[in-house]
């Protein structure tokens, strides 16, 4: 009974959810309204419903289910995008009078659609290829596409701190770049070949209950996906914010192959930068900045996949990619709002990941029965003269290279072994926490806004095993911290936020009682949480750590718009300054 009326809550939300999408579409984007009106594609949506639909139907129809279908690879995914997407085009020409899809354009638009990708899926083998090795060093347990959104993640963190030293040496070209990272790529050879095998050879497994409402929602998903992808093949970027900021950064990057003086911490801009710094192009930065959104997808997935069949999650994903912002942010202002969204998933994977440890499921397998006494042949002895006489199989060379691919270099184990003896006492057992820290510090490398998941994650770390009172204090103390150090007047709120220095205090207070009554009562307890937060908050500042460096350095100076903006882009403009040269002006006047 329980199951059902959460099922049919569910269903609720989710038609309610549609709802306010559908107003919002309508009603707060205009765009989209015009759009409708003015809709001409009758024939590409009906080719749309005829192919989906087909497919859904074939699939219904087809008994047994079979595990995969071959050839159905992301390889011949990406080619079925690159057919719609020419499709497409050649249905939107063929609407313009007296105008039409030549061969040569047709061939111009696969070029570039295959050379993006191309582009970005390089970088993408590199990021992923260094997060697996550095999580085979440190190892975590998780479900498989839980893991891999984790490792990519990791991978990225580590390509930018690696781009960011570069940058300070101003080493930012592609003839340093491709042999560096190709070195590293060689550390976790066995990694990388198992990433291309999955991502292009392999037939991706097709789950038994997968029925047509899973078909669909997949098909218009791809639709949208290659659409926004086919978008980021411009020479210039659309949004205003995007032009003037966070595409400019990553060509500043580029012209002064390193690190820019001043602005906000821009790890996500540092990324984008390697189309530029590897390629040169910025068709693969604006795909850069695309692609945290198809990254969320996966991550969204995965974590949707813990409590809901894979039609359900599939139909998660569309609702959400559909969305304004999401549009928004994928091809018309492409930003770092998406980057820093990939990277907020990873840290609820992480989150869910330490609240509910994963256990990978052991299967007890019988021990084979002994054959019959009379059916065991007769043992030959083993001796020299035998054994110099047998031939030893001889392996094939094909065999034999899949053998040195498929095994980690000796080296591997090794330092593994030696980081598992020299990890400290109190850091044993914790590595979700010390990559939660990470991550989070991260983000805040990415955004500044992203300083409000700090202290939602921080509460839970006091919430764990259901410590109602201890979650309330440590949400108390939150609240005044965020008051106290005036957070809010970065979003200019601090005006509205009425008797803000008394309601501090007072939160201040609530909270100390708390943990204060914890404290004496199961001090065990607290002297855990607060270990623990600690860990946290140390791998915080570790990740932020470079930016603070870099701002300081620059500016000279320790306090907080400094370790912020670091140094000044633009003149110093005060309101002094512009008096006098208002004065300065008139005398040239007069």
Same mark, same amino acid.
């Given at each position: 009974m329980g199951v059902k009326i959460t099922r049919l809550l569910t269903l609720l939300f989710c038609l309610v959810y549609v709802g306010i999408l559908l107003v919002e579409y309508v009603f707060q984007h205009p765009w989209y309204r015009e759009a409708i009106s003015f809709f001409q594609y009758v024939d590409f949506l009906l080719y749309l419903l005829v192919g989906i639909g087909g497919a859904a139907f074939f699939w219904h129809r087809k008994q047994p289910k079979p595990a995969h279908i071959r050839g159905v690879n992301g390889l011949s995914i990406f080619a079925a995008s690159w057919l719609l997407v020419l499709v497409a085009s050649i249905l939107f020409f063929a609407k313009i009078d007296n105008a039409s899809m030549s061969a040569a354009g047709a061939m111009n638009l696969t070029l570039f659609y295959w050379g993006v990708g191309l582009g970005v899926f390089v970088i993408m083998v590199i990021c992923f290829v260094m997060g697996d090795f550095l999580?085979?060093?440190? +190892?975590?347990?998780?479900?498989?596409?839980? %893991?891999?959104?984790? @490792? /990519?993640?990791?991978?990225? /963190?580590?390509?930018?701190?690696? %781009?960011?030293?570069?940058?300070?040496? #101003?080493?930012?070209? +592609?003839?340093?770049?491709? +042999?560096?990272?190709?070195?590293?790529? /060689?550390?976790?050879?066995?990694?990388?070949?198992?990433?291309?095998?999955?991502?292009?050879? @392999?037939?991706? +497994? %097709?789950?038994? #209950?997968?029925?047509?409402?899973?078909?669909?929602?997949?098909?218009?998903?791809?639709?949208?996906?290659?659409?926004?992808?086919?978008?980021t093949i411009r020479p210039i970027p659309l949004g205003y914010d995007a032009h003037n900021l966070y595409m400019r950064l990553p060509a500043l990057i580029h012209d002064y192959q390193g690190l820019v003086d001043g602005f906000q911490p821009y790890n996500w801009s540092l990324f984008m930068s390697a189309g530029f710094v590897f390629w040169g192009r910025i068709e693969v930065t604006l795909a850069l900045s695309y692609?945290?959104?198809?990254?969320?997808?996966?991550?969204?997935?995965?974590?949707?996949?813990?409590?809901l069949t894979v039609n359900h999650s599939m139909l998660v994903l569309v609702l959400f990619y559909v969305t304004p912002m999401v549009s928004y942010h994928s091809y018309q202002d492409m930003k770092v709002d998406l980057g820093l969204l990939f990277f907020s998933l990873c840290l609820a994977i992480l989150l869910i990941n330490w609240l509910t440890p994963y256990s990978p499921p052991t299967v007890d397998e019988p021990m084979p029965p002994k054959p019959p006494a009379s059916s065991q042949r007769p043992q030959k002895k083993n001796t020299k003269r035998h054994r110099k006489g047998r031939k030893k199989p001889i392996a094939s060379p094909a065999k034999h290279r899949r053998a040195i691919f498929d095994k980690d270099?000796?080296?591997?184990? @090794?330092?593994?072994?030696r980081i598992e003896r020299a990890t400290p006492a109190i850091l044993k057992g914790q590595g979700l926490v010390v990559w939660l820290g990470l991550f989070t510090g991260f983000a805040l490398?990415? @955004?500044?806004?992203?300083? /409000?998941?700090?202290?939602?994650?921080?509460?839970?770390?006091?919430?764990?095993?259901?410590?109602?009172?201890?979650?309330f204090g440590m949400l108390s103390l939150s609240l005044f911290g965020v008051l106290f150090l005036q957070l809010d007047s970065q979003a200019a709120l601090r005006q509205w936020h009425l008797g803000a220095n008394m309601i501090q205090w007072l939160l201040a207070a609530i909270g100390g009682i708390l943990l204060g009554w914890q404290a004496f009562r199961h001090w065990q307890v607290v002297r855990q949480k607060l270990l623990l937060s600690v860990i946290y908050g140390s791998f915080f500042l570790l990740a932020f750590s470079p930016w603070i460096i870099k701002n300081v350095s620059e500016t000279g100076k320790l306090d907080k718009n400094s370790i912020i903006y670091g140094k000044n882009t633009g003149p110093a403009v005060t309101f002094e300054s512009l008096e006098k040269n208002w004065e300065n002006q008139k005398k040239k006047l007069n």
């Open positions: 999580l085979k060093l440190f +190892p975590l347990t998780m479900r498989p596409l839980e %893991l891999a959104m984790i @490792k /990519m993640g990791v991978g990225i /963190m580590s390509m930018i701190f690696l %781009l960011f030293l570069l940058g300070s040496l #101003h080493l930012l070209t +592609p003839w340093f770049l491709f +042999p560096f990272f190709l070195g590293i790529c /060689m550390l976790n050879i066995t990694g990388g070949r198992r990433f291309l095998s999955q991502i292009l050879i @392999k037939p991706i +497994p %097709l789950p038994t #209950h997968l029925n047509a409402l899973g078909i669909v929602t997949f098909g218009f998903l791809m639709v949208f996906v290659a659409l926004n992808f086919v978008q692609s945290g959104g198809v990254l969320s997808l996966f991550a969204l997935y995965a974590i949707a996949r813990r409590w270099w000796p080296f591997v184990h @090794k330092w593994r072994a490398g990415i @955004k500044l806004t992203s300083l /409000m998941l700090f202290f939602p994650i921080l509460v839970v770390i006091w919430y764990q095993n259901n410590q109602y009172a201890l979650m």
